[in-house]
């Protein structure tokens, strides 16, 4: 188990796809000056698109009733 | 300077104190943001807004949308304004907004804050002294649709002792013993694979009843996050910060008590899967439904 009894997550090597879960569908949405929704971009990278599609898709856990 | 481009990471509350002694910002002394720049505060009807200067040349609305095709450089911002985010929430509360939220100028970061003002005020009531914790399960074992490899080859090999005739019948009698064997297998992996989810359903009622919301993400995809095990609850839960300890503790038990499973815990984490409970949870997808019944 990983776990981080104390300091802040700063501190230690996070993985990116943690990260994106929740920099990506958490957070307050503000219409900035240029906010961009980064699901509309158009992504051509086949691994960006599919990580933005896997952690932003509206996917039940597949041990979830609904 | 005030003019040229601003990402913004979080928003504070502004108690009025000197800027310099803004507990976020004292938190982030030698923090940069994403583009290397320092952080500072710019506040505004009671709140503050933590934000650093961004280059036009890559934070420009045309050259954001550009850079965003390139995952290294997405994963650059991504860190920068996960580790200001956490570093500046580390003591206290912080309300991350959406990564790549840009504005124009200081007077553009008042504006966000004069437009989000009712919500970044109510998430502010409601998550001070929270914190979020990450908790991933993973099934240990790998699926039914194994093929019994050298299984059919056992079943034909002479050792077993129960079946005398088999030399005059070797093909119906080592068929019939494969169709068995292969039967017993599923079961064993079905069973395995109900362990799985039970253990997975156990884990987050048991931790959604300690904290005050829950929140499940999607399972992550394993060319994403690099773990072949196949993860079956990937989720977020609130808690007080004073109980983190015990919150933690209890995830430790649950991971001894379910061997089907693999339990891994991240955090704290500033309460970034919970900002957007009251407005947008519909279109969130049910954000708050996983902790309802809890």
Not at chain 1, 44 to 66: K, M, T
Not at chain 2, 74 to 82: D, F, S, V
Not at chain 2, 268 to 287: K, V
Request: aromatic share 4%; proline share 6%.
């Amino acid at each position: 188990m990983t776990m981080a009894p104390e300091g802040p997550l700063a501190h230690q090597q996070i993985a990116l796809v943690d990260v994106l879960d929740r920099l990506l569908a958490g957070g307050v949405v503000i219409t900035g000056d240029l906010t961009l929704r980064i699901a509309d971009v158009d992504l051509v990278r086949i691994d960006l698109r599919a990580l933005i599609s896997s952690v932003n898709a509206n996917v039940p856990s597949p041990w979830e009733e609904p | 300077m005030t003019d040229g481009l601003r990402y913004a990471y979080a928003v504070v509350r502004d108690t009025g104190a000197p800027e310099a002694a803004l507990d976020a910002l004292t938190a982030l002394e030698g923090v940069t943001g994403v583009a290397d720049e320092s952080v500072y505060a710019v506040r505004h009807l009671g709140l503050a807004v933590l934000a650093s200067a961004v280059p036009a040349e890559d934070y420009g609305e045309g050259s954001l949308r550009e850079r965003l095709e390139d995952m290294a450089w997405l994963e650059k911002m991504a860190r920068a304004h996960q580790r200001v985010v956490d570093t500046a929430g580390a003591e206290s509360c912080v309300i991350p907004v959406r990564l790549a939220t840009v504005c124009h100028g200081d007077e553009g970061l008042r504006r966000m804050l004069a437009t989000g003002r009712e919500r970044f005020a109510s998430a502010l009531d409601r998550l001070e002294g929270r914190v979020e914790w990450g908790v991933k399960a993973y099934a240990t074992q790998p699926a039914a649709e194994q093929p019994p490899a050298g299984t059919a080859n056992a079943a034909d090999a002479p050792s077993t002792p129960d079946v005398p005739d088999a030399p005059s019948t070797p093909g119906a009698m080592s068929g019939r013993d494969y169709l068995r064997r292969r039967k017993a297998q599923r079961q064993a992996a079905e069973q395995r694979w109900g362990d799985t989810e039970e253990g997975a359903r156990l884990v987050h009622d048991t931790l959604g009843g300690l904290a005050e919301q829950s929140r499940l993400h999607p399972p992550q995809d394993p060319r994403l996050s690099g773990i072949s095990d196949r993860n079956v609850l990937n989720a977020a839960y609130l808690v007080r910060r004073e109980d983190s300890a015990d919150f933690a503790e209890r995830v430790g038990e649950l991971a001894g008590r379910t061997p089907a499973l693999r339990v891994e815990l991240t955090g704290p984490w500033a309460p970034y899967s919970f900002t957007a409970m009251d407005e947008t949870s519909g279109a969130e997808g049910e954000t708050g439904s996983a902790g309802a019944d809890g």
